[in-house]
């Protein structure tokens, strides 16, 4: 939400030491909100804490653009399984509407540079599966990758990370990949502006909606068994307490 409200032309900045704590914000984190001395306010919610925030979809229109950018739930919700089949019935439906209205759509996925550096490229990889997973291989072209909170990785380095994980776990040409840099305050040096990172929304690939609804069901069908073989070692475990 935070991209969001910078695409839109918020101006932002970083919560002193008094909002972080009020906000519940991680010690080794920089947040940032929306500068109310700029000219736009905010326009979705930002959330601080660890747990996740967006829970419905925001429809955000660019003005003198035809970008309308949407707020959507995201990957690995804190709420576990059943909140994600939620947000991918959420999406299914979105998508269907977009489709049918002739509206041509990629997605960005924000990820942060902690989530990458701290896990090795573990968590890299476990994005991109459930990104092939979700929307098909065929629509990873119509991705545009983000690094939020950037201080080691450049968009250089962070693209050689999503091609090895691509190629290396999926066997698809990384020719059509798309990344850019998230850091409006510049602090590593490695920012761009909102213009120009909205023409890069232009150079990915539509994403085929048909192939989305067909891996979005079979995502959705490994989510409910997930639920169920929890529910099943639930019972087995208050079975075994009884005892």
């Known amino acids: 939400s935070t991209l969001i409200n910078w695409l839109y032309g918020c101006k932002l900045r970083e919560l002193n030491a008094a909002e972080k704590q009020q906000a519940g914000a991680r010690k080794y984190e920089d947040p940032l909100c929306v500068d109310a001395s700029g000219v736009k306010t905010e326009i979705c919610a930002i959330g601080h804490s660890s747990k996740s925030t967006t829970q419905s979809v925001k429809r955000v229109p660019i003005e003198n653009t035809r970008v309308v950018l949407w707020d959507v739930p995201g990957f690995f919700d804190t709420g576990g399984p059943c909140r994600e089949i939620i947000h991918a019935a959420l999406l299914s439906q979105f998508m269907n509407h977009t489709s049918s209205s002739g509206i041509e759509m990629v997605l960005m996925l924000a990820i942060d540079e902690n989530s990458i550096v701290t896990t090795r490229g573990v968590f890299v990889a476990q994005v991109i599966d459930r990104l092939a997973n979700m929307l ?41 990949l798309h990344t850019v840099v998230f850091d409006p305050l510049n602090k590593a040096g490695s920012g761009m502006t909102q213009e120009e990172m909205l023409e890069r929304l232009f150079m990915a690939s ?4 048909a192939a ?28 075994q307490e009884d005892k």
Not at 221 to 234: A, C, G, P, Q, T
């Open 136 to 176: 098909g291989r065929e629509n990873l072209s119509g991705v545009v990758f983000c690094l939020t909170k950037p201080s080691k990785l450049n968009e250089d380095t962070f693209s050689d990370e999503i091609q090895e994980a691509i190629t290396n776990r999926w066997e698809v040409s990384s020719d059509g």
């Open 206 to 209: 539509p994403i085929k909606s």
């Open 212 to 239: 989305f609804e067909m891996a979005l069901q079979s995502e959705v069908e490994k989510k409910l068994l997930e639920i169920v073989h929890f529910s099943i070692d639930r019972i087995q475990q208050l079975i």
